[in-house]
């Protein structure tokens, strides 16, 4: 990644006022627009729509403001903040599909022409970091805690900063939640020959690495799972803190909010009561030998997340990354290729399940409560029953 921050050196005038929404509520009977931007969390990976955090909260805004809320998803599953150009040459209809892009600042300039009168956008849910600091630092057993942090620091403070600062100036009428994470692996993650193996596969090749027992591998990622969460958290609040500072916001009504994630240790990945996909077959229903053979033969029908679309997403996965036809390629180009197909089909492994997402709508929920009253968003109507996007 290049490591590059935006610098936002003008200062739109609708800094330090409160959004039309708030300054008056004469068109408190029009739908609310509601935008989604952000990596595979907002989008929901692995969810079908009516488990999808934003869904939920559409639903819950319609009935608690009598209004209809009309919702532009630009986020999609592997979105970073930013990404080096020309860093990803497949595109994808399909958010289900893990790509760098759209970055959610290209996500930004898709819904700003889509809009066309941007000041029509009551609310944007927003995430990222994630990406940018690249979910295989998190994965990787070798991975170095202070290089990760500096990492972090950056990328989901000075960088989140950045972008909300512009999605506050496309959107001047707009409020913005933004959502934090929360630990992957955690002591309680599920510790069997299975999931050594799978650590293995998943940590680099160093020297430093090879000579790790499998203990010191798993004590090693629920270190850098803790270190992810605490610090991504601390910055992502205090991007917002700094955003709403600059528009002179109060700490009572503030334009920008943030969602604070808190998983405890018993919902991480392959913990007792996971919040998280994971796979089909558990991990305790197999023999060593067979867990060894699963890992070791990755793509094979043993082999699936337990997520609500996965067939929907491999059929996308295959789709995306298919053997281009206008020109060739070697041996590494295939085999890059087809390391991206497989991990497109298990990209919804740890992210939120049906009750994962549940406990992010109420994160959110949690933030918006004031506003429904406070921005003029109510009106005294029979509210409206959402149905299901095809």
Not at 178 to 197: E, H, K, M, T, W
Not at 214 to 224: F, H
Request: net charge positive.
């Amino acid at each position: 990644m290049v490591i590059c921050i935006l610098v936002l050196a003008a200062v739109n005038s609708s800094f330090g006022q409160q959004p039309a929404a708030v300054r008056s509520n004469s068109i408190a009977g029009d739908p609310l627009h509601m935008l989604v931007l952000g990596d595979s969390i907002m989008w929901g990976q692995g969810l079908k729509t009516p488990d999808k955090a934003w869904w939920r909260l559409k639903n819950w805004l319609q009935e608690k403001t009598g209004r209809d809320v009309r919702e532009r998803i630009e986020a999609h599953s592997g979105a970073a903040i930013e990404a080096t150009l020309g860093s990803e040459m497949f595109t994808s209809k399909d958010g289900e599909v893990n790509l760098l892009r759209p970055t959610i600042n290209e996500q930004v300039d898709a819904a700003r022409k889509y809009y066309g009168d941007p000041a029509q956008v009551d609310l944007v849910l927003v995430n990222g970091c994630i990406n940018d600091v690249d979910v295989r630092n998190l994965l990787d057993a070798a991975t170095a805690l202070d290089r990760l942090e500096a990492s972090i620091r950056e990328k989901c403070g000075g960088r989140m900063q950045s972008l909300l600062q512009r999605i506050i100036r496309e959107f001047p009428n707009a409020y913005v939640v933004v959502s934090g994470y929360y630990n992957i692996i955690s002591p309680l993650s599920d510790d069997n020959s299975f999931a050594r193996l799978l650590v293995k596969s998943l940590t680099t090749q160093k020297p430093e690495s090879k000579r790790m027992s499998d203990k010191q591998m798993r004590a090693n990622l629920v270190a850098i799972s803790e270190l992810w969460h605490r610090v991504s958290t601390r910055n992502l609040a205090r991007a917002v803190e700094a955003v709403n500072s600059d528009l002179g916001q109060s700490a009572v009504e503030p334009r920008v909010l943030f969602a604070e994630i808190q998983f405890s240790p018993e919902h991480a990945f392959s913990a007792p009561d996971t919040l998280l996909w994971n796979f089909m077959f558990g991990s305790t229903n197999y023999s060593g030998l067979r867990h060894a053979i699963v890992v070791l033969t990755l793509g094979t029908a043993a082999y699936k997340p337990n997520d609500q679309v996965r067939d929907r997403r491999s059929k996308s996965c295959k789709e995306t990354y298919k053997r281009p036809k206008d020109k060739k390629e070697d041996k590494v180009q295939k085999e890059r290729r087809e390391a991206k197909q497989l991990a497109c089909r298990y990209a919804s492994l740890g992210h939120p399940n049906k009750m994962g997402a549940l406990i992010y709508t109420e994160a959110i929920k949690g933030q918006l409560h004031w506003l429904v009253k406070t921005a003029g968003w109510v009106r005294n109507a029979t509210s409206l029953k959402a149905k299901p996007a095809n």
